[in-house]
């Protein structure tokens, strides 16, 4: 079982900066991905970056160079995955959902996402 819970969404002018944080429990030992997807009005939700346990991050395209994933690897029961976005844009404007999941020679092995945190950027 995971536990995920978001925190720092929140309303910013274009330019601005937010930083998400998601505090993540389970009750299994094994290797985990962190990362953050997210849901824009009247959008499907679409992946925003993810984090390993051995630092490697991965972003989608349009948030490269603006955003950071970073996790605190606290345990491999629980951990914290940030989410430092600068230079914002409406287009930024979504839903952020925290996500988890296994790691496995073929993909995840199961996935987790969290509730969700609004982030509004007003022109």
Partial sequence: QVFLVESGGG???TGGSLRLSCAASRSAFSLWTLGWWRQAPGKGR????????????????????RFTV????ASDRQD??????????????AVYYCYAAGDGPGGPTWQSWGQGTQV????
């Fill in 11 to 13: 309303s910013v002018q």
């Fill in 80 to 93: 914290t995955v940030y989410l430092q976005m600068n230079f914002l844009t409406p287009d930024d404007t």
């Fill in 120 to 123: 509004t950027v007003s022109s």
């Fill in 70 to 73: 970073s996790r605190d690897n």
């Fill in 46 to 65: 679409e992946f925003v970056a993810t984090v390993t346990q051995n630092g490697h991050t991965i972003y989608e395209d349009s948030v490269k160079g």
